[in-house]
């Protein structure tokens, strides 16, 4: 008995969503889905009950692939890694610059031109490539919804610590 209960949590279902072979979103029955179909005009909150090839079955209904028109889920991206990494660095060298002046010279704190510059401009840089994020994915042509088992290619195991 444990051995089949195992098996079959070890290969759920998953409901991935592709771009271009690339995998956006991996989705496990029990995981939040926010979505918006394509006659609607609200979005809709639920959770995944179970998938089938086609359709997503939710707390309250079967939702076909084909009429989902938009998924909501939280995407970052290579320019917000970069963004963050800039508005590290130039707080992080103005800090050190302030403490150099203060503590090592022990002058009174003031403002170096050069250092500035570079601290100002990577701030004015990175804080708008880190802030902008994508809160949504259409669901066209390119993009699109598919069901995964063990057998598939895109099948990952469900590496997230069960709840207790």
Known sequence: MFISAFSVAHC???L???RNENVLLRLYPG???VYKLKDGKTKITTYVNNLSD???VTHR???PFHRIERIYFKQRKLYN???SALVTFGAGLFLIDQFNVVVVNGDSPSLDDGVSAISLSSLAVGLPMMLMKKKSQKLKYRTRLMMV???SGFYRPDTREPIN
């Open 31 to 33: 995981d939040e889905l």
């Open 12 to 14: 759920q279902k998953q």
């Open 149 to 151: 088992d063990k057998g």
């Open 54 to 56: 086609t359709a997503v």
């Open 16 to 18: 991935i969503l592709l």
């Open 81 to 83: 890694t970069i963004g």
């Open 61 to 63: 209904d079967t939702v």
